[in-house]
């Protein structure tokens, strides 16, 4: 509940989740949830480039 209080005060972006199937991006998407607040799930595994770009295009 702390982490979905914290997002509720924090602007309006998307929140990017960047992890692999883990307890703390399970949570991390619940808060998510919980806040109200878009999230990306974001792989380890992907390139740096794409990850980039998918930050960039999730600022508004």
Do not use: W
Not at 21 to 49: G, H, T, W
């Amino acid at each position: 509940m702390k982490l979905a209080m914290a997002l509720e005060n924090e602007g309006t972006e998307p929140v990017i989740i960047y992890g692999h199937k883990s307890v703390r991006m399970l949570i991390s998407i619940l808060a998510c949830l919980f806040a109200n607040r878009a999230y990306v799930p974001v792989d380890l595994y992907l390139p740096v480039e794409r990850i980039n770009k998918i930050i960039n295009q999730t600022k508004n």
